[in-house]
């Protein structure tokens, strides 16, 4: 059994997929205690691979967002099997704490705290606070580096930044600029 804390359709609001119709699936549970973490996770509802690919399901769009929580502290190969089966694409929101199981089509990595064990990144997407950013990017190599405003607080500074540091890309929360989830 899995714990669920909730499923829903939105579109994808940050990062590479930015704009793309996304079933969400967030699990609850982390092994993390950030001060700033503004997810309500705790609640859950138990259920098997099979009633999750149905719930899932329910939506047009074949994007899954696979976040928490941590979600790698419950995705596994049978689930991962399972949604692959019933034709999704698995993009998987990690805090970049544990491996990634494989069949996984993307991972975004938006690093809390050391220390770290994901095996594989194909975004890094960082909240900027003003930290040694270029050495995090070194720590856990990423093929696109994207950099997001704190809260839309210092979206300047943000945008300052990557002027000065082109490898970097903007990431705002856009799902909170339209006033959807
Ligand atoms: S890692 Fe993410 S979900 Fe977990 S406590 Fe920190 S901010 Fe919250």
């Given at each position: 059994m899995y714990r669920v804390n909730e499923i829903f359709y939105s579109l994808q609001g940050e990062g590479y997929y930015t704009g793309t119709p996304a079933?969400?699936?967030r699990f609850s549970g982390c092994n993390r205690r950030c001060e700033f973490c503004d997810t309500d996770f705790a609640a859950y509802t138990e259920m098997d691979a099979d009633a999750i690919v149905a719930a899932v399901s329910a939506w047009p769009a074949r994007h899954l967002v696979v976040t928490g929580g941590e979600p790698t502290l419950q995705l596994d190969d049978v689930l991962v099997r399972a949604l692959k089966g019933a034709g999704?694409?698995?993009?998987?929101e990690t805090n970049g704490s544990m491996p990634v199981p494989t069949g996984v089509d993307w991972v975004t990595c938006s690093p809390k705290q050391a220390p770290w064990a994901v095996d594989r990144i194909d975004e890094l997407k960082?909240?900027?606070?003003?930290q040694d950013v270029e050495a995090l990017a070194d720590l856990l190599p990423a093929p696109r580096l994207f950099l997001q405003p704190c809260s839309g607080l210092n979206t300047a500074e943000v945008a300052a930044y990557i002027l000065a540091h082109p490898r970097w890309r903007l990431s705002l929360q856009t799902h909170k600029l339209i006033d959807i989830r």
């Open positions: 079933v969400f699936l999704f694409y698995i993009q998987v960082v909240v900027y606070e003003g």
